[in-house]
């Protein structure tokens, strides 16, 4: 989330001077869960210092557990409605959702990849990324729609993976640039890195 936020500074997407709203999805599965979709998400204001830094991990900590505290606790009126979503015709939904806005910042840590998963054929991979896919979107829409920054984290072995997707076509016109600004962030914690 540090990471993430400190991303959408250094390319002047954000400034410090007010928090940032990052995004966590969450998965609410429970055992012998066979729903096929059980995510939610809470989100949570990530400060920075005047020099773009996210200093503070304590406090990023304290308010990821408290917004995961209180997930179920409060149901929203259109969490209520999401099964009559089952119930419309795809060209509705896909209208209707080309209206709603994508997280300035999107952080999911999906943890370590199983082993059924990171080695399919029996041989395990040394590395693994996971991360989102959106299809039929557009530069235009997600310009209109507010696009930042995605981060997903994985674990294989004793490889930890970061896929960083740019989602704002303006401060990530391309690979390059995203890269710039990724690598500049991890420099500066000091964390190693192999790109991809």
Request: hydrophobic share 40%; net charge positive.
């Amino acid at each position: 989330m540090a990471l993430g936020a400190e991303i959408l500074l250094s390319t002047g997407r954000v400034h410090a001077d007010a928090p940032i709203r990052v995004s966590i999805p969450v998965a609410t599965r429970g055992e012998n869960d066979l729903r096929s979709n059980t995510t939610t998400g809470v989100s949570i204001a990530v400060e920075a210092d005047a020099d773009g830094r996210v200093s503070d991990l304590r406090e990023v900590r304290r308010r990821s557990k408290e917004a995961f505290g209180r997930i179920g606790t409060a149901p929203s009126p259109a969490k209520a409605l999401e099964p009559l979503a089952q119930l419309l015709p795809d060209p509705v939904v896909a209208r209707m959702a080309r209206s709603s806005p994508v997280p300035l910042c999107l952080c999911s840590n999906l943890g370590t990849v199983p082993d059924d998963y990171a080695a399919p054929l029996g041989v395990p991979a040394s590395s693994v990324v996971l991360r989102s896919v959106t299809r039929g979107v557009t530069r235009a829409m997600l310009r209109a729609r507010g696009g930042g920054v995605s981060l997903w984290l994985t674990r294989t072995g004793d490889t930890v993976a970061l896929a960083v997707l740019g989602l704002d076509p303006d401060h990530f016109p391309g690979d390059d640039t995203l890269r710039t600004h990724v690598r500049k962030v991890l420099d500066a914690r000091g964390i190693t890195t192999t790109m991809w």
